[in-house]
């Protein structure tokens, strides 16, 4: 591992000295090693660089709010398709659905009503909901990604008066506490770095001013430190194995999460939004998740990994700055993931023997075809499987299960993978022997047939 840590802190080191950055803090997270850290710079104020200096996180908040909302999803107080209306009195735009505000594809205009940024004071939230009558829709909704602060401020406040709290009460209570976040908050703490801008032509580097983002808190709000923020990164990767209770959110809900809703860009898909998380693909399966952040004097980036050989349980990365252009941060926390895998993979688990299929399940196992396509049916880890039998290594099989709430022995319904959600349907022969099935409605045998069941085999 110290070679490793060697290389990784010297790429920190690089990009610091290469965006002129005056701190960097980053942290990786992964569930088969120590926790890593590197810090590399200086406060700006009379406090020691480490580990534990806190940082504006900017936009990573928004991740923290998605959370709340799907906690709230996942309780029944609200829907995913419901009007934002239905939980706040608004004076327009109260049909922005929920889902669309998450996924930046409702068309509310990025800011609240004025200049914002000019006077850096944000509204409080009577002032931003009143003001919503002078925002503008800036495009149809559903048309495309359009990134907002004022739909996240939205759900955020929506979230706060369904739990009955202030949205940081609510986060404290319901995320921050139970995942052990304790150096994350709505505030800077005295450990907390300046944030400066650095000036293009010259080595001055001038502190930003202070912003309470006021309404807009579950938006921008939150400070951190990058060994908070990995582990909350690892907690978006992996919540299983960071949450293996589902205190916060069950797995299943932030996998939902994670399915991209949109690209970010229509003519380069090279990242897309899900809810409430922005997606990275890499190679080979592998996809970033989580957010970058940016507010005066700092930049953030937190994502988790998942996927791919390699990829360590609970794997995720934070890297802190304290600067407004030092941009290098972005693609630093994407290539640590990546050096993280290469130079350290995961170790690989031996396989062992398991058991057979289940009696009935016995002569499923093998190749079949459908629509002319051949396919591998097997038993693995407890569960009937199925890929294409020209499939790639890296692509995940289909796993089915038994339909819990019918009795029917024959009937499986498709749970990950290929035709998800749909069923799988085996038919026998007076004998009992498994001779079709149907996926998807599709007839699979066990020799190539068209689709007027002629079999290439037998001639007829």
């Known amino acids: 591992m110290t070679d490793v840590s060697d290389r990784l802190g010297r790429m920190v080191r690089q990009a610091q000295a290469t965006g002129r950055i005056p701190a960097v803090s980053a942290a990786l997270h992964r569930a088969d090693r120590p926790l890593w850290t590197c810090a590399v710079g200086g406060t700006g104020n009379d406090t020691p660089l480490g580990p534990e200096t806190v940082f504006r996180i900017g936009s990573v908040t928004k991740t923290f709010t998605a959370v709340l909302v799907m906690q709230c999803r996942d309780e029944g107080l609200l829907d995913l398709d419901d009007p934002i209306g239905r939980h706040l009195d608004l004076p327009a735009h109260g049909d922005a659905t929920v889902r669309r505000l998450l996924s930046h594809t409702a068309g509310l205009q990025r800011e609240p009503h004025g200049d914002v940024w000019d006077s850096l004071r944000a509204p409080a939230v009577d002032e931003l909901l009143a003001d919503l009558a002078r925002v503008e829709r800036v495009l149809p909704t559903g048309r495309r990604f359009h990134y907002s602060n004022l739909g996240l401020a939205l759900l955020g406040e929506a979230v706060a008066r369904l739990r009955g709290g202030t949205w940081a009460e609510v986060l404290a209570d319901r995320v921050l506490t139970p995942l052990g976040l304790t150096a994350t908050g709505p505030y800077p703490t005295e450990r907390a770095a300046t944030g400066f801008l650095v000036d293009a032509y010259s080595d001055e580097a001038h502190p930003e001013p202070p912003a309470d983002f006021g309404a807009v808190a579950p938006a921008a709000q939150l400070w951190s430190t990058a060994t908070d923020m990995a582990r909350w990164a690892a907690f978006l990767a992996d919540p299983a194995a960071v949450d293996p209770d589902g205190a916060v959110l069950a797995a299943t809900t932030v996998e939902e999460m994670c399915w991209p809703l949109t690209p970010t860009d229509e003519s380069v898909w090279s990242a897309g939004f899900g809810l409430g998380l922005i997606l990275v693909p890499q190679a080979d399966r592998v996809i970033h998740v989580g957010h970058d952040g940016a507010m005066p004097g700092f ?79 097997s038993w693995h880890d407890g569960t009937l499987r199925a890929r294409g039998a020209d499939d790639p290594a890296g692509k995940p099989p289909a796993v089915f299960a038994p339909l819990p709430d019918r009795p029917e022995p024959d009937v499986f319904r498709t749970v990950s993978g290929r035709e998800v959600g749909e069923l799988l349907r085996l038919t026998r022969d007076e004998r009992g022997v498994v001779v079709r099935m149907h996926w998807a409605t599709y007839r699979f045998t066990r020799t190539q047939e068209t689709f007027d069941g002629y079999d290439f085999r037998a001639g007829d």
Request: charged share 20%; net charge negative.
């Open 299 to 377: 930049l953030a980036a937190v994502y988790g990994r998942r996927g791919g050989q390699g990829t360590a349980g609970a794997m995720g990365v934070a890297v802190l700055g304290s600067s407004g252009t030092g941009v290098e941060v972005f693609d630093l926390s994407h290539r640590l993931l990546a050096a993280a895998v290469e130079h350290d993979p995961a170790e690989i688990e031996p396989w062992r023997p398991g058991p057979p299929a289940p009696d009935h399940l016995r002569g499923v196992p093998g190749r079949w075809w459908g629509e002319g396509f051949e396919y591998v049916f």
